[in-house]
């Protein structure tokens, strides 16, 4: 078989002859293959005794009972021994010799004889009986833990500082500081009604470290993950269920732990139970409410402690940010209190004009949307599309005009008047106008098309036709050859839907001698009724356009 050289010197192939014939060699390769086998073995049994304290304990009891289990008995003191026959025992130098050299063993009178003194056995005491494991299942650590732990983990930033400080007190050389002292044991003293609360760093027998910043840090780890494991507590306390909010607060806590456990590691490879309840938590809730942490869930993605303060002040900007918000619902929750009763009031009286009430509603709404509701929410237009086409003429503000459109457009892509959509008896100014228009057409600019209001204006006033321009995008193009046609008595313009001015239409209509109505209000056909009389009229009756 051939050979691989190596500096100057030939070496075989791993399986070659040879070294199978050489137990010695043979022997290592297989050592090698083992090892080799239980590396990945060995990997993962030390990530989980890295993130398991409750699992290293029990891994440690096992090895200590294999120790014992396998340690060389010991005879017993009290043992009876044989009385030795110097006339049969040979030199144990010599007879270790022979069986050496593989002969038999000289006759015993060769030899010379030996008589061995009397060997008094001294027994050695009992290996003691193994540990009884104290290992439980980790606990679950279930939302109400949540104030607990954030309680500990600020105590435990306080006594990080109490360390730090006592360690520089020593490495100073300075005597015991007895206010110090008073504090460590204060310190102690609240931890003691907290449960499970173990203030290792503020321990004789702690981990300490020359590093002062490796305290500063472990101290700032622990207020972030308070900070964070507050913030997690009053999202669960809330009313409302805000998924985005709890799943940023996760991704604050998840990279807290991690800071945690880095910083305390760093201390002699300790560990911190409240650390350790945080992850087991994050992992737990995650899994159940199926949202994904991206980051410092693993032992390979660590967070950096350094990085406390940083994460400290995004925690609380976060924190003042949710605040924000939720001080705005709560605004907008009273306003639309406010507008509900209001919009009743004015339900409840159709026949009155509740100018007051309708003020209210209009200052109401404008509030709302300049505060952050959309003009297009659900609740605003479902409280307004119902009355909107009788209310008066009042100044409207900008944000509560693009409520109105808004509410325009949807009636506009409703196949059918809606059904809650009030609807009042015709009124004598209906008939009068009927009586003016029967037979003729009218051109309405403005404002989105709706079917069914087209079909109850013409019923109402009598027409032959009612030509409906909408007015949002349209050019006087789109509108004069329809202004022009002769069979149209009166142009009326929506000026609350239409882009174009009161004025530009004026001028076509004068150019083609046709009467303009502006109509501030909606399309109830009482309330163009009423504008039309009012504002052309008298002219109608007096231009005979019922002749």
Sequence with gaps: M??????????????????????IKNDDIKSNHIKAAFAPVIEQLQTIVDSNPAFRSLLHTLGQALIALTAEPHPSETAPQAEPNAATVASPVLVSAVEMNGAAPPPATEQPLLTPEPVRLVARPAPPPPPVSTWRPAPTVTDEDLPTIATRCRLKAEGTRWAAARQAHLMAGAENDLDSEIQGRDLIARAKPLPDCFLWMCHRDGPVTTNMVHYEELAGCFDAAAAAVSLLDKLLQAED?????????????????????????????????????????????????????????RRD?????????????????????????????????????????????????????????????????????????PPSNRDLRDLLYPLLDAMPDLELPKSFQLVVREIDRFLASRPAKPDIVAVAAP????????????????????????????????????????????????????????????????????????RHGFGEVKAFCDQYDKLLVRLPGGYNPNLVAHHILNQVGARLDKAGVTA
């Design 427 to 498: 009124t004598e100014e209906v008939q009068r106008v009927a009586e003016l228009l029967r037979g003729r057409t009218a051109v309405l600019i403005g404002g989105e098309k709706r079917v069914w209001a087209v079909e109850a204006l013409t019923e109402a006033f009598a027409l032959q036709e009612l030509v409906w321009i909408e007015g949002h995008d349209q050019s006087y193009a789109d509108f004069e050859p329809q202004v022009a046609r002769p069979e149209v008595a009166v142009v009326i313009l929506a000026i609350r839907w239409s």
């Design 301 to 373: 993605n660590p967070a950096d402690p350094s990085g406390w303060a940083q994460l400290g002040a995004r925690i609380e900007q976060f924190e003042e940010k949710l605040q924000v918000v939720g001080q705005r619902a709560k605004r907008q929750q009273s306003l639309l209190n406010k507008l509900r009763y209001h919009v009743k009031l004015i339900h409840e009286h159709p026949s009155q004009e509740r100018l007051y009430d309708w003020q209210k509603v209009i200052d109401t709404v404008n509030e709302m949307v300049e505060n952050g509701v």
């Design 2 to 23: 051939g050979k691989i050289s190596l500096e100057g010197e030939d070496k075989q192939h791993p399986m070659s002859d040879d070294i199978k014939s050489d137990p």
């Design 241 to 297: 269920d805000d998924q985005d909010a709890f799943a940023g607060a996760l991704d604050f806590a998840a990279e807290a732990q991690s800071a945690l456990r880095s910083a305390v590691y760093r201390m002699d490879g300790y560990t911190d139970s409240d650390q350790a309840k945080l992850f087991h938590w994050l992992r737990l809730t995650s899994a159940e409410q199926h949202i994904h942490i991206h980051r410092f869930m």
